[in-house]
């Protein structure tokens, strides 16, 4: 009997404990999808995401990214400030129906941009976490549609995997994209 009663205790005790560090989700964006995006990452323990969001007071938001610059429209997600200065992780709304799980990986990556400018050292781990929440969050029961955002998720988990202490393909390939060396030079990043 003294067993059961222990195991109840440690049993309310845990869900207790899970009920008090659920992360408010709400408070980071108003959109559902980004909410169970959210919500996925809570689950799979990203305390650090959370905790760059939190440090920033990032909103979160799908966003027409050709608005900022023609030259984003095909860009997957960016960080911005508005013009009063506030924090914002912007994904494309072109990804608005991607599932749920590819749009937790981006914000994995955005949430690692601090500053106005990246450094190749940041970039190289915000895709990393990018490719290491695809690996925790993609359901290997379903076959994802054919799209960039997938073929970009698989190839950057497929670099994390090739990857060695001695040879970073990530930073490999940041390093020898002329799209990353022209966005690593830019001192200021878009406004809205």
Not at 43 to 71: H, M, P, R, T, W
Not at 127 to 145: D, F, G, M, S, V
């Amino acid at each position: 009997m003294l067993r059961r009663v222990m195991l109840l205790a440690a049993c309310l005790f845990v869900l207790c404990a899970n009920q008090v560090s659920a992360i408010n989700v709400k408070y980071f964006s108003e959109d559902i999808k980004i909410r169970e995006a959210l919500t996925m990452l809570d689950n799979a323990g990203a305390k650090e995401v959370f905790d760059n969001l939190q440090e920033n007071s990032v909103k979160i938001l799908f966003y027409d990214l050709s608005q900022l610059s023609y030259e984003y429209k095909n860009h997957f997600a960016t960080n911005s400030t508005d013009v009063w200065g506030n924090r914002y992780i912007l994904i494309n709304a072109k990804y608005k129906n991607a599932p749920a799980e590819q749009i937790a990986c981006l914000i994995a990556h955005e949430s690692c941009h601090k500053g106005k400018a990246a450094t190749l050292e940041e970039e190289t781990t915000a895709t990393r976490k990018e490719a290491q929440y695809w690996i925790i969050l993609k359901k290997h029961n379903i076959a994802y549609a054919d799209t960039k955002l997938t073929a970009r998720l698989n190839g950057l988990t497929n670099l994390e995997h090739s990857s060695t202490v001695s040879h970073d393909c990530i930073q490999e390939k940041i390093s020898n994209s002329t799209f990353y060396r022209n966005q690593l030079a830019v001192r200021d990043r878009r406004k809205f």
